[in-house]
C-alpha cells in the first residue's frame, strides 16, 4: 500500500503543477486592472486632481504594481517572434503592453515604437509642468486626451488624426511652445516607424529565457509557504481570511456529508431489498421530489415561514451563527449554535439524498445477483446477514466514488446557502471576491479545492482496496 500511495503522490506533483499553471493563466486573463484594484480609488482620484496628485497616484500604481511583483515576466520564458522584445513586461499597463504589441505586430520595428510610446509619454508630463489659464484651457484638455488615447490606439488614420489635431491645438498659444516641440517630435517618431517597418521579425520564432525571476515562481513559492498575499479588499492578508471562514464551512458540510451517508446508506440497502414494494416507489418519488427543489427556493420558503413570527411559526434564527457569551453555559451555547445550522445543514443534505440513495440501491442490487451471496442464502443466513456482512462492503464502490468529490465542496462552501443564511463560511467569502474582484482570494479558494479534488480521489482509491480486497494496489 505504502508504494501505491507514493505512486499516487508523485502522480500528484505534476498534476498541481499543471493545475497552478492553467490557475495562474486564468488570473493573467481576468477582466480589469489588478492593480487599480489593489489600490481602490486612491489612483483614480489623483487622475482628476492636479498635477501633483497625478504624479503621486502614478507612483501609487508603480509601487503598487512592484508590490505585487507585475514589475516581473509573467513566467520563467517567453516563445514569441523576433520583432518583440524580451523587456516588454517592464509596461506595467496592460492596456497600453496590448496596444504596443498590435503596434509591433503591424510594423516589426521596437526600438522606434519604444521611442514613440516615451515620446507620447513626454508629451502627457510636459503638460503637466505647463502653467495654465483660461486660454489655453480647451487646448490642454484636447492634447491631455488625445496623448492618453495613443497610448491605446493602434490605426494609422486614427493616429494620423490625433497627431495632425495635437499640434494645431498646441500651436496657437505661445504657453505651449515646449508641448508644440514635443508633438513634433511625436510625429517625427511615429513617421519613423512607418519608414523603417520590418514586419517580417514578426515571422521569426525566438524563445526569451527569464530565469526563476518572474511572477509564476514568485506566486507559487509564496503559495507553498503558505502566504496567500493580501485581500484586495482590506488589505487583510488572505490566510487569515480563510482561517476565520474554514472552520464554519467545514462543520456545516462535515456535518451535511455525515447526515447524508448516514441516511441515505440504509434508505438504499431498503430500497434494494423491497425493490418494486409500493413504500419503495413512494420513497424514491418523495426523495426526487426533494432533489428536484432548488435549494436557494427552499431556504427563502424556511426563512418566510419558520424563522418570523408573522406565520406563528418561529422556530428558529433567520441567519448567523448565534453569538456565544461568557454566561452562557456549553450546553446553552451549544443549543445557540445547534439552532442556527439546523436550516442550513437541511437545505444542503436534502438535495443529495436522492442521488446517494439511489447510488447505494444500484450498487446492492448489482452485488445481489453474485454468486456468494447466492451462496451466502443457501447456508441458510438470516437477510440481515447476507446484506449487512456480505453484500455492503462490495456495494459500497458507488459511493466512495462520489465521495472524492465532497472534499472540494467541504473547503470552497455551499455559495448560495451562506449567503442567504449570512454565514461568515468560505461560500460567502468567495462570492464577495468574485463580486469584488479580489483575485488572490479567488485563486486561493481555487488551488485549494483542485488539492482537495486530488486528495479525494486518493482517499477514494485506497478505500477501494479496504471495502473489496479483490482491488490490487499494483493494477
Known sequence: MFSYILKRVLIFIPTMLII????????????????????GNQEAQGETNGSSDRMAGEKAYLDMAQQLGFDLPSFYFLFSNAATPDTLY????????????????????????EQYY???????LHLLDVKKDSTIFDQDKLIRDDA???????????IQDMLTEMDKASATSPLLAGVHQDIQHLQASYTAIKQKATPSKNMIPSL??????NQYHRWLSHFLHLDFGISYIDKR?????????????????????????????PIGISSARNKGSIGEQATTVFLFILYSLPVFWVATLLITFVTTPEYGMDWFPTFGVGEITDQMSWSEALMERVSHFILPVFCITYGSLAYLSRQMRGGVLSVFRQDYIRTARAKGLSEGKVVWKHALRNSLIPIITIFASLLPAAISGAFIIEIIFSLPGM?????????????????????FSAFLTLVGTLISDILY???DPRISFDK
Open 118 to 124: 516615451h515620446a507620447v509619454k513626454a508629451v502627457d
Open 90 to 113: 517592464k509596461i506595467i499597463k496592460k492596456p497600453e503592453r496590448d496596444n504596443l504589441e498590435r503596434l509591433i505586430g503591424q510594423y516589426g520595428d521596437w526600438p522606434e515604437i
Open 20 to 39: 497552478s499553471i492553467l490557475t495562474f493563466a486564468l488570473s493573467k486573463m481576468s477582466p480589469g486592472d489588478s492593480v487599480r484594484i489593489a489600490l
Open 208 to 213: 526569451k529565457w527569464y530565469g526563476l525571476n
Open 148 to 158: 492618453g488615447k495613443l497610448l491605446l490606439e493602434y490605426k494609422d488614420v486614427t
Open 237 to 265: 492578508p488572505i490566510w487569515s481570511k480563510i482561517k476565520e471562514a474554514l472552520p464554519w464551512t467545514l462543520m456545516l458540510n462535515l456535518i451535511s456529508i455525515l447526515l447524508s451517508y448516514l441516511i441515505a446508506i
Open 427 to 447: 461560500g460567502k467569502v468567495a462570492y464577495l471576491s468574485l463580486q469584488s474582484r479580489d483575485y488572490p482570494m479567488v485563486f486561493t479558494v481555487m488551488m
Open 465 to 467: 482496496a479496504v471495502v
